[in-house]
T-cell receptor, first 112, second 114 residues
Framework: AQSVTQPDIHITVSEGASLELRCNYSYGATPYLFWYVQSPGQGLQLLLK??????LVQGIKGFEAEFKRSQSSFNLRKPSVHWSDAAEYFCAAATGANNLFFGTGTRLTVIP | KAGVTQTPRYLIKTRGQQVTLSCSPI?????VSWYQQTPGQGLQFLFEYFSETQRNKGNFPGRFSGRQFSNSRSEMNVSTLELGDSALYLC?????????????FGQGTRLTVV
């Protein structure tokens, strides 16, 4: 069965520190992959997406993600976290139809 | 360009009642998908509409239904509300369905069932 796993429920980092959020997927074929961010009480904002090609994807707000087929992973990174990055982050996958399959999310706390 | 608009933003309903939520996609987008977000189950796909037809459906009971109008606006309906239906309902619009690019989400409708 298809699945998207975000093993970290909650991560705390200091402002200015680097960040890596993990995401693993299990699909029959490589799906389209996405990272979304959600601030409290808000909808989802797309950070970046991977369809094919270059495995290092640049997104908005200084985020990037690397697709590793051998590890079935699509980890999100940011070299220096800002306090405004505190939010919940969702990894998602889709196989072409417009139905995203989401991971359970990782809540990011940023401490000064 | 206006984003995805969901109305109302907040709703309080009583068990047993029914509710209708509305979603206006981005202009020119023809596909609308609905998602339910709860603390326990996370984000789950409800259904997708394209050209006024349901194209895909998640694993939800028949109490959850939807429709799409010729202008691509969509509504979802939940009948015989249960306490467990309390959730944030998110609508997403996409340009097309033959070649999925990305989904743009609205701010959601927070439904509370008491």
């Amino acid at each position: 069965a298809q699945s998207v796993t975000q093993p970290d429920i909650h991560i705390t980092v200091s402002e200015g520190a680097s960040l890596e959020l993990r995401c693993n997927y299990s699909y029959g074929a490589t799906p389209y992959l996405f990272w979304y961010v959600q601030s409290p009480g808000q909808g989802l904002q797309l950070l970046l997406k991977y369809f094919s090609g270059d495995t290092l994807v640049q997104g908005i707000k200084g985020f990037e993600a690397e697709f590793k087929r051998s590890q079935s992973s699509f980890n999100l990174r940011k070299p220096s976290v800002h306090w405004s990055d505190a939010a919940e982050y969702f990894c998602a996958a889709a196989t072409g139809a417009n139905n995203l399959f989401f991971g359970t999310g990782t809540r990011l706390t940023v401490i000064p | 360009k206006a984003g995805v608009t969901q109305t109302p933003r907040y709703l309080i309903k009583t068990r047993g009642q029914q509710v209708t939520l509305s979603c206006s996609p981005i202009s020119g987008h023809r596909s609308v998908s609905w998602y339910q977000q709860t603390p326990g189950q996370g984000l789950q796909f409800l259904f997708e509409y394209f050209s006024e037809t349901q194209r895909n459906k998640g694993n939800f009971p028949g109490r959850f239904s939807g429709r799409q109008f010729s202008n691509s606006r969509s509504e979802m309906n939940v009948s015989t509300l249960e306490l467990g239906d309390s959730a944030l309902y998110l609508c997403a619009s996409s340009l097309d369905r033959g070649r999925f690019t990305e989904a743009f989400f609205g701010q959601g409708t927070r439904l509370t069932v008491v």
